[in-house]
């Protein structure tokens, strides 16, 4: 494999930094699912920890560094979930941590970072605003700005659960995983094409925040005016090159699938897994339920991302159109 910005020997050392209650999430089949897709499911829950999410496992390797430095200050953008395991991983280190995010960001996960002494300041606009308004508190107060996917610590942090992956799941020949700013699918790509090159690695994107995908299938940036889509974890206009470069060494195909398969994904995840999940993480199911035949007589990983809903949104979705049991 061409090399990417990831090194495997440092997303090993990252386990050491990353507070074990983020390490070794449950993975298992989940057979319950498996007549609606037609092929062996195995599911990845990265929603069992304090901020529900994979992003403390790359906050935590970003706070680390930090505790050592002078200004033990930081500052970030984000859609909710960056923004909360940034604060719970500064919190546990004594960092004075910012956030800044749209005032339309879903309103439990801007209440879960104010809960966990954070600043957090609002911008009147989307995550896009967000990053840059983010851009300019570091500039102005002289600290680190967090820019998740483009800090290589976002990215080797949440590789780690390729690590688990490769380490201890039965035999599986495809990964699929949500696409957003990068982080992850780069992370966990870099791992298995490092370590079990013939899993197949698909990421998967709302067609309503195609940009990254579109970047991948050119091979080139593209972006986009606007976002529509549910599954604002992976809403972004603006693909990092950097990302995008790592991306293309280690994904073999990206997907768009509709704002009815993540609904009726988070659905059967609800019904059949009990579980509740925030739109990104029923990317996987919503891939698998727009294309069976290809996932056919395989057996898949779906790594399932996140779980920091609106309750009442939540309930507008998943109540619309109960499944029909036999």
Request: aromatic content about 4%; overall charge negative; charged content about 25%.
């Amino acid at each position: 494999m061409q090399e990417t910005r990831l090194d495997t020997a440092r997303i090993r050392a990252a386990r050491r930094v990353i507070d074990p209650v983020f390490l070794d999430t449950p993975l298992y089949r989940c057979e319950a699912l498996e007549p609606g897709l037609g092929c062996t499911v195995s599911i990845k829950l990265e929603t069992a920890n304090p901020v529900r999410s994979f992003k403390g496992r790359g906050t935590e390797v970003v706070a680390s560094l930090l505790a050592d430095h002078a200004s033990r200050a930081a500052v970030c953008a984000s859609a909710g979930n960056l923004g909360q395991a940034l604060a719970w991983s500064g919190r546990g280190r004594g960092l004075d941590v910012t956030v800044v995010a749209s005032r339309f960001a879903t309103r439990a996960k801007l209440d879960r970072i104010r809960a966990l002494d954070a600043g957090l300041e609002l911008v009147d606009g989307d995550h896009e605003m967000a990053r840059e308004r983010a851009a300019a508190i570091a500039r102005y107060d002289g600290i680190r700005l967090v820019e998740d996917s483009l800090d290589i610590e976002t990215c080797e942090g949440a590789a780690t659960i390729g690590l688990e992956l490769v380490d201890t799941a039965p035999s599986f020949d495809t990964v699929l995983i949500a696409l957003g700013g990068g982080a992850l699918a780069t992370g966990v790509g870099h791992v298995v094409k490092a370590l079990a090159p013939e899993v197949e690695v698909i990421c998967v994107q709302p067609l309503g925040a195609p940009a990254l995908t579109l970047s991948w299938r050119r091979r080139r940036v593209v972006t986009t005016g606007s976002t529509d889509t549910i599954a604002d974890g992976v809403a972004g206009r603006y693909p990092i090159p950097a990302v995008l470069d790592d991306l293309l060494l280690v994904a073999d195909d990206a997907v768009l699938v509709q704002e009815a398969s993540i609904i009726t994904g988070m659905r059967m995840l609800l019904d059949h897994a009990g579980l509740v999940v925030e739109p990104s993480a029923a990317l996987g199911i919503a891939a698998i339920l727009e294309d069976r035949d290809r996932f056919a007589g395989r057996h898949v990983v779906t790594i399932v991302c996140g779980s920091n809903v609106d309750v009442d949104a939540y309930h507008r979705w998943v109540g619309a159109a109960p499944l029909h049991r036999s």
